[in-house]
């Protein structure tokens, strides 16, 4: 989940320069047609490191910035990558030097302070958060709150975090890494009718995955639905077998 929605942002970076490119370039069959060189390699960079080819990426990005050092998104693109390799300090470097070139550049906060909190540097991600939340430029506020929920969650300050997520899902209702969220952080608390229901609005928008399972089969666990929970465990050990939380699920193998 850590790495959920920074992922969305590289992608969603991609995907919208590829519809701009599009729409400058109808009745053409050249994709990058009224892309930049350097805008170019940014999104076949982004789209090898998805694919699992980072040395490739790394050569790509690397030769976005060389074409147009104010390339925001380039350095932004690299700094996930330099993430992805377990390079922490390239990582910031490459973020600062986004920030340099476009301080507006929200994907960069949001993703920053994804990377600041996962360093344990709370208060400095909180500030990247805080800046782009209060920002009137900003159309997606719910990105940024559920970041904020997720960071003050990994602080410890479980009351801090539902106060953010609960404002991310009054912006986007059917938000599903804030639903996620939700239910796990009330699982936490105790609070598990309302994890069950947190739970149920994220099945309805996304597609179960090992963790949202996971999460159903402790919440039903919890309050004593044992046979729910069986089921739950049953499809996590069935649809994702190799995860984690199929092994953890094991334990309810022969719960009757």
């Known amino acids: 989940m850590k790495l959920r929605v920074l992922v969305c942002l590289v ?16 009745g053409s069959n050249d994709p990058y047609g009224s892309l930049s060189e350097s805008e170019v390699y940014v999104q076949k960079g982004v789209q090898y490191m998805e694919a699992g080819n980072y040395q490739v990426a790394l050569q790509d990005l690397t030769r976005a910035t060389e074409l147009d050092g104010r390339n925001s998104e380039a350095y932004n693109a690299l700094a996930v ?78 009351a801090d975090a539902e106060q953010y997520l609960r404002q991310a899902l009054e912006y986007d209702s059917r938000f599903p890494p804030a639903l996620l969220e939700m239910a796990e952080l009330s699982r936490e608390t105790g609070q598990h009718m309302s994890a069950r229901a947190f739970l149920e609005r994220y099945h309805a928008v996304a597609a179960p995955d090992p963790r949202s399972l996971w999460v159903g089969m402790e919440t039903e666990a919890a309050l004593g639905n044992f046979r729910t929970a069986k089921e739950y465990a049953k499809t996590l050990r ?19």
């Open 81 to 158: 990558l330099y993430q992805r390799l377990d390079q922490p300090a390239d990582a910031e470097q490459q973020f600062k030097k986004a920030l340099s070139a476009n301080s507006d550049n929200f994907g960069v906060r949001n993703n920053y302070g994804r990377f600041l909190c996962a360093q344990g540097q709370y208060a400095e991600a909180m500030s990247q958060f805080q800046t782009v939340i209060g920002s009137k430029l900003y159309n997606s506020p719910w990105i940024a709150l559920t970041n904020a929920g997720l960071c003050a969650r990994s602080a410890g300050k479980k």
């Open 11 to 26: 992608l969603c970076m991609v995907l919208a320069a590829c519809s701009a490119s599009k729409a400058r370039n109808t």
């Open 238 to 256: 069935t649809r994702f077998p190799g995860s984690k939380e199929a092994v953890q699920a094991k334990r309810y193998a022969t719960v009757d």
